[in-house]
């Protein structure tokens, strides 16, 4: 059970930010950051687990920077670019353990992040299925967010191995028994899945 964002897929603001500084030329990643987080549980947090709509989420974010909301689409749109660059050296591997074992995606997303994955299509097929957030309803480090993962494929936590780069949902995730993977670069995690997963020699990734 991988996580996407910071793992598989790498996070830059910056393209997000420069995308739109043709509407708002003073517009930074300080100001983006703390508009887009902005009062987070009654927004962010809600709109990762599809409890508000689109329209009410951006509406607050353009509000905090001064826009009118006729740029709620563009800024939309415009947050597909945080994830910048996907991480092949991870995929490589992941496209060596899918010869043993069922492959998922947990991540705490929204629906840009969603259109992003999706659109550009480059590691879907690498996953039995792939989980978000904000169409499951749960987002880690809540416990049902896994629970919901493994009871929706028939198997117990016990069975289950979680890599993920935030220590907060690590933790969680032994909490209720599965066994987890700080992600802290490549060559740590060929080493944790090779003694985890008790490879052979001649399949160690």
Not at 34 to 54: E, H, Q, T
């Amino acid at each position: 059970m991988f996580d996407l964002g910071g793992v598989v897929q790498g996070l830059d603001w910056s393209p997000v930010v420069n995308s739109l500084l043709d509407i708002n030329e003073s517009l930074d990643i300080d100001s983006y950051r703390a508009a887009f987080y902005y009062d987070r549980p009654n927004f962010f947090d809600l709109y990762s687990v599809g409890k508000i709509s689109k329209e009410d989420f951006w509406e607050m974010v353009a509000s905090r920077l001064c826009l009118d909301i006729k740029h709620v689409d563009r800024l939309s749109e415009s947050f597909e670019l945080i994830y910048s660059f996907v991480n092949f050296d991870l995929l490589r591997i992941i496209e060596q353990i899918k010869k043993k074992y069922n492959l998922f995606v947990l991540s705490n997303a929204c629906p840009e992040i969603e259109n992003k994955v999706v659109k550009d299509n480059i590691y879907v097929h690498l996953f039995d299925k792939i989980y978000f957030s904000h169409i499951i309803g749960f987002k880690k480090p809540e416990k049902e967010a896994y629970l919901y993962v493994t009871e929706n494929n028939g198997v117990s936590p016990e069975e289950c191995l979680f890599i993920d780069n935030d220590m907060k949902n690590i933790i969680s995730a032994q909490d209720i028994g599965i066994n987890s993977i700080l992600y802290k670069g490549i060559e740590p995690l060929k080493k944790d899945l090779y003694e985890m997963l008790n490879l052979k020699c001649k399949d160690r990734v």
